[in-house]
């Protein structure tokens, strides 16, 4: 996006506002690093403005002494958002630096990308002023080369440009920003950045306007990273913006309440994204996108790494490390029909996505399916038919190395055991403590009962687990004689294990047993332990 050198329309009204309620830069000062700068006393929106030319003149002088060649006018915050005041100060002092006679640097547009100077700060609203801070930042180590302020008091105008950052709870009534109206028939076109130093745009939302929508059309095939900042608390769907088909979506995936989004697109393709606040957030935001090319070469969407695909569980792992925003495609070309298994293993939070890899439609994704933090789908597959796993860290800050497989499942029709039938507490049969016995699910529906009493009160362990693995997922509810719920687990045994360990007075007791894989591959163990 190319930041704009003219006054937007809402910068007119704010004018209008500066004029009838009188801004005055009282004491109006400049503290250079090394001098000190003028007063001015006079009161009008014009005295505001021949402060910034002034500043202008001084920050000049300045660029001209370290010969600069490139230099950008950054942000200038307020409490981490981009007040009016904050973009007001920005066109403004862009204008007179760009009206410098005989300037030999060059004045960029569209962010600090190539500056090797720029000129950012920040506004603070102190006791009876408004100052506002201006630096010039050397871009190759961050060094300041001289510091300015400009103090101006405190008036209701100013802190009505101010409160713009505020959201609805504060009772400000925020003015919509210059791209109103939006629609998904009409959205804002983003130019996309080629890495996270893009320029933010910088929106809001307010009553009768809750959301937000952006045109981007990438020019070429990559990952598109999407995300907003600020303090708002944000929601934002990803879609194509031909078909309207939701790509993705994310609460919380940036910093805080922001959201962010990664996702693989195409040259030339049209998306939009949506931004909208979560619940009933308004106020102001910044959004972003930009091109985050894959780390390696040889690992991306049209070359990804082609991973064996293995007979069972025992598979051997392909292991990989995750850098920040780092992502990884996996080929796989099952040999047969069946059931298709790819986990994550390490501790490293992983994310999974499974895609067709000819038409990138998405068929399933997971976060914590597999044991702890790591990733798991199980998916039907066709022979030959070519497929993609995606996995990437579950944040920005979740990297390190993690080991992948994929294996098929073996189909398994299991028989219904011999306590069956018992679906039902009235048709539960007895179970002895301390001596399990072994059941099967012979549908991925089937429900199993059990009784047991307790006749010396003290602390038990009542455990659900697969024969031959622990990637069986149990799920079990106790109850006492009058179909009281007392107690549940779903994996707190190892990996999808189920377990309980508690207290039990004499008495008697229910136990229900069910499996949540659609398709169970093994028999599974029943054990009631005192401790």
């Given amino acids: 996006m190319k930041k704009r050198l003219l006054l937007i329309p809402v910068f007119f009204f704010v004018l209008s506002a500066l004029f009838a309620m009188g801004v005055y830069a009282q004491g109006a000062q400049y503290a250079q690093a090394a001098q000190g700068g003028a007063q001015i006393t006079e009161g009008s929106v014009q005295q505001m403005d021949n402060t910034v030319r002034v500043l202008a003149g001084d920050i000049h002088r300045k660029l001209i002494a370290v010969r600069a060649e490139k230099i950008a006018v950054g942000q200038f915050t307020f409490r981490g958002t ?42 603070v609203d102190m006791t009876g002023i408004i100052r506002v801070y201006t630096r010039l930042v050397r871009s190759e180590d961050r060094a300041v080369e001289a510091a300015f302020h400009s103090d101006f008091e405190r008036s209701s105008a100013l802190v009505g440009m101010l409160s713009s950052g505020s959201d609805s709870r504060s009772g400000v009534s925020l003015i919509p920003d210059e791209w109103e109206p939006d629609s998904f028939d009409n959205p804002v076109t983003y130019e996309i950045g080629s890495d996270e130093n893009v320029p933010l745009m910088n929106r809001n939302l307010h009553d009768g306007d809750d959301e937000d929508f952006f045109l981007l059309v990438p020019d070429r095939d990559g990952r598109l990273v999407m995300e907003t900042t600020g303090s708002t608390d944000t929601y934002m769907e990803f879609y194509d913006a031909e078909t309207r088909a939701m790509l993705d979506e994310d609460d919380d995936g940036g910093s805080g309440t922001n959201a962010r989004i990664r996702y693989s697109v195409q040259a030339g393709k049209r998306y939009i994204a949506k931004v909208r606040g979560f619940g ?20 991306i969407w049209d070359n990804p790494l082609s991973c064996e695909i293995g007979s069972n569980d025992s598979a051997p792992l392909m292991y990989r490390t995750l850098e920040s925003d780092d992502e990884d495609f996996f080929l796989l070309i099952p040999e047969s029909d069946g059931r298709l298994v790819m986990e994550t293993t390490g501790d490293v939070d992983t994310y999974m996505e499974f895609y067709d890899a000819e038409t990138r439609k998405l068929l399933a994704e997971d976060d914590d399916g597999g044991s702890g933090t790591n990733a798991r789908i199980r998916n039907n597959v066709q022979a030959g038919k070519r497929y993609i796993a995606k996995v990437r860290g579950y944040g920005s800050s979740d990297t390190g190395r993690y080991g992948f497989r994929a294996y098929l499942q073996v189909q398994i029709r299991f028989a219904p055991d011999e306590y069956e039938p018992d679906d039902e507490p009235s048709q539960a049969g007895w179970i002895e403590i301390g001596k399990p016995q072994q ?85 599974y163990i029943i054990s009631i332990e005192a401790e």
Avoid at 86 to 112: C, D, F, H, K, V
Avoid at 281 to 292: C, I, L, T, V
Avoid at 294 to 299: G, I, L, Q, S
């Fill in 82 to 123: 981009l007040p009016g005041l904050g973009t007001y100060w920005i066109n403004q002092l862009t204008n007179e630096i760009a009206n410098m006679p005989q300037r030999p640097y060059t004045l960029l547009s569209g962010g600090s990308a190539g500056a090797d100077w720029t000129v950012s700060g920040e506004i």
């Fill in 280 to 299: 009933e957030a308004s106020g102001n935001y910044g959004f972003r996108a930009y091109s985050s090319p894959p780390r390696e070469v040889d690992n």
């Fill in 439 to 523: 059941h099967t699910f012979h549908t991925g529906d089937d429900v199993d009962w059990v009784k047991f009493q307790i006749t010396r009160p003290g602390q038990y362990v009542i455990r659900a687990r697969g024969i031959n693995s622990n990637r069986l997922d149990t799920y079990i509810e106790l109850y006492d004689a009058n179909m009281n719920s007392i107690d549940e687990d779903d994996d707190g045994g190892k990996d999808l294990d189920s377990l309980l360990s508690l207290r039990l007075e004499s008495g008697l007791y229910y136990l229900k047993v069910e499996c949540l894989d659609d398709e169970p591959d093994q028999p």
